[in-house]
């Protein structure tokens, strides 16, 4: 049996985190915590969270720091992750956030951190042609990998729509926050050998490759094969 895995992936946007993260979380047998999607699904629910949450997703500031780390410590203390591990997807994204996760995971800590690099460029082009389904979360690209019906998405026939902070203003704000806040966990998770740098050029399946192997070698390792 696959022992699971305690995973997190960085990466600016567009990288292919939530992409890769899908994945990772199906091949690991574990759970993919997505704090964007989290966010997402409380805006769409409309609660006073979601409310809160909207005001900075759509124009593409950080929530704060104590929302995010009080919901991730919430869904960590669950069985599932205690037992298995999990994917974060988009969290750390700040040093004190980070602080936070070492915290909450002592005594057991990552397997690894993966950095899926690839040049803002790419990630430009990548974003203006995304499109997620509004019930799953599944990602689809009007130019590679559309939807088989037209707005409609192939896992569970949800509405396939362009997100709400894929707009040029929002990007800009995201890979400033990128830079400025996110950016600094490289070297952050570098110090602490915890870090894994992975092209994210090529094909899904050849990045869940490359990443799949440095896992599995880490965690070999760290269980002392
Ligand atoms: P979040 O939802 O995490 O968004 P993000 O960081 O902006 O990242 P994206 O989801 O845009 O990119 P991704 O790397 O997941 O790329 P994807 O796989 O979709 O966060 C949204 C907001 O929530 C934040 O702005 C903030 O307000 C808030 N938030 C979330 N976490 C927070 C935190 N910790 N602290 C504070 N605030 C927080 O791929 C992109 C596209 O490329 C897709 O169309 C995909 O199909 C395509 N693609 C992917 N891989 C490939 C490939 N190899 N080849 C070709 N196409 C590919
Ligand atoms: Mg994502």
Known sequence: ???????????????????????????????????????????RSGSEFGQKAKQYLDVGELVP???VIGMVRERLTRSDTSHRGFVLDGFPRTVPQAEALEDMLAPNGLHLA?????????????LASR????????????IDNPPRVPGLCDVCGGEVVQRDDDTEGAIRRRLELYDRETAPLIAWYAERQLLTRIDGLGTPDEVTERIVLEVDRRILRSAGG
């Open 65 to 67: 720091d104590e929302l």
């Open 131 to 142: 499109r997620v389904c509004v019930d799953c979360g599944a990602n689809y690209s009007v």
């Open 114 to 126: 993966v950095d899926i690099e690839i040049d803002t460029g790419m990630v430009l082009a990548r």
């Open 1 to 43: 049996m696959n022992p699971g895995a305690r995973l997190l992936i960085l990466g600016k946007q567009g990288a292919g985190k939530g992409t890769q993260a899908v994945r990772l979380s199906r091949h690991y047998v574990v759970p993919h915590i997505s704090t964007g999607d989290t966010f997402r699904q409380a805006v």
